[in-house]
């Protein structure tokens, strides 16, 4: 995997984000592709030697496309300006799916590494298993919320689109209650890929995901509906 030249033709594909450029450049865009694969295949070799259930996971199920849907939204850009890949056994990559755990990473035009752990934004029945979870294993919890390795790595879990008031259904005076509250279950980073080449990143990466697998292992204890 070029890092260099992804970054670069990713740049320049924020620069020129329409159909005519891309058709241009897509001998440059196949090459980076098919590195970009195996650069998940090696991740998905090298991380199931620690959690075996990602072992049978299909790298190229993984990727996510580049281009955008752009049905919904304001911005009509027909292709996304970064890399992604999300890991997990089910294969089921979109949040509204409600997969699971996954290991995800991107690559993106500003020349920067972003990866996270966890479950974003799961469907509202997976969401209240996993709340339920917090309650049922809340000593379990205590300690993963705890975990040195992983604050250091991480931070604490992230907060987007956390709610105002308790979920209904739940204590409003429970001692984790701001928890309760989360709608994501995640921890999530970035960095500067500045001077930093493939190796770099794999190495990473490696260690990111593999100091958040306490997460990874406690969300799959969660009941699946």
Known sequence: MHIPELSRFL???????????????KPR????????LQMVTRLIQ????????????DPKKALFRINRDVRFGKDKSPYKTYFSASILP???????????????????QDNRL????????????RLKNIRQHILDDDTGFKKLIKNKA???CFGELQEEG???????????????????????????TECSLDGMLYEDVHK?????????????TWLREAKFS
């Open 11 to 25: 740049f320049e594909l924020a620069e020129n984000n329409n159909r005519a450029w891309f058709v241009m450049n």
């Open 29 to 36: 865009y196949d090459i980076l592709r098919a590195e970009f």
């Open 46 to 57: 090298e991380l199931s030697k620690i959690d075996p259930a990602i072992a049978q996971c």
């Open 90 to 108: 089910s294969g089921r990559k979109k949040p509204s799916e409600g997969g699971g755990p996954a290991y995800y990473f991107q690559i993106s």
């Open 114 to 125: 972003l990866f996270a752990v966890g479950e974003y934004m799961p469907p509202a029945d």
């Open 150 to 152: 992983m604050k250091n």
């Open 162 to 188: 956390k709610l105002i008031r308790p979920p209904k259904g739940f204590d409003p005076e429970h001692a984790l209650i701001e928890y309760l509250k989360l709608k994501s279950m995640m921890v999530w």
């Open 204 to 216: 990473t990466l490696l260690c990111g995901f593999k100091t958040a697998l306490p997460l990874v």
